[in-house]
């Protein structure tokens, strides 16, 4: 805090601590109260200057990857640069005031002992700052400059995840003061994972399972769920319905914690984004690399991949799409993917096609649970 009068507002930036804090409401305020203080105290110096906001780089130039000595999770971290919200740069003035007024919100709702949703926050900055706030993606983005700024997770500063998660299988789970809930008899709709990480942190969770199975599609989940394949294979099945909220992604490495000796596969569609899903799973994601190792678990890639296409008929293939190749762009400029994930990148690239699981179903809708069976008991995953 030396120095307020210098070109930045030092807030919290010590450089050797590029992660997000979880802390008590008390704790959080008292960190919105000092940025508070300090720009006042600016303010009121004789030839005042107001000053940038100065926040941990989220771009992918900033990024490294974490590998654990004793652990063989991996997962990214944000390195030690800086990007500014600058109320004196006619690009950045709006984004420099959106970070003032979600730290007041939040503020206000951890005073109240309460918690929302992004959705829930970006509909009550657009009835008190219109002018501000326009879109959920101008929520999501300040949200991550306040966790930036204030160096505190985002479920800290009284932010819930919005879970559309769901977990089947051979695992009993139990909340507080709660009967213990049998996946296994949920049926093909699972059951549904809580956006209160706290909660999730105090479910008591009891397994036989040999196998935790990460399955990208909803459709996909619910075949297997409803075929009862965590029978034949000791198994849980969680999925995220496509890329995966912060909930499942807790839940999961809660389960990694619980029950490390569990492998953890995952069955994605052979395509980039299947493989960025998979990504985000294994690594954590840039823009929430300050929170990434808390969410971060050893996943393999169980299918498909490409010596799985022998098993698909020609005509189920398709092109990639142009979106397709702009997030293949985007992984193999990042320096997360691992040697034998780009070659399976290249394989997709070079082919110019892309594979569903459901093509898969041309051998029989009975095929899937004997397809993962195989794969599993050949070890056959990277």
Sequence with gaps: MDDLSKSSMKFFSDQQLCFADILLPHEVQARIQVAVLN???????????????????????????????L???????????????????ANATKAFIRVWKVMEMCFEFLTQEKRVTQ?????????DSPHYFSSQLQVNRTIQDVVALLRCSRYSLGIMASSKGLVAGRILLQEPNQEAVDCSACGSSGYAISGDLNLLESLIMKTDARYIVVVEKHA????????HVFNQIPSILLTAKGYPDIATRFLLHRMSRAFPDLPILALVDWNPAGLAILSTYKFGSIGMG??????????????????????????????????????????????????NYRQELAVMMQS??????????????????????????QANYI
């Design 39 to 69: 720009f006042l105290k600016i303010l009121s110096f004789p030839d005042p200057a107001i000053s940038d906001l100065p926040l941990i780089n989220r771009k992918s130039s900033n990024s490294r990857v974490s590998e654990g000595i």
């Design 71 to 89: 652990t063989d999770v991996s997962w990214i971290f944000l390195s030690h640069s800086f990007c500014s919200r600058s109320l004196m740069k």
């Design 119 to 127: 959705r829930e926050l970006f509909y009550k900055l657009l009835c």
């Design 220 to 227: 996909i989940f619910q075949r297997l769920a409803e075929d």
């Design 290 to 339: 300050l929170e990434a190792y808390r969410y971060a678990c050893n996943v393999k890639w169980l299918g498909l991949r490409g010596d799985d296409l022998q098993l698909i008929p020609q005509q189920s293939l398709a092109p990639l799409k142009p979106r397709d190749l702009q997030i293949a762009r985007s992984l193999i400029s990042s320096t997360t993917l691992q040697d």
């Design 352 to 377: 110019g096609q892309r594979a569903e699981i459901e093509a898969l179903y041309f051998n029989g809708y009975d095929y899937l649970g004997k397809y993962l069976a195989k794969k599993i008991v």
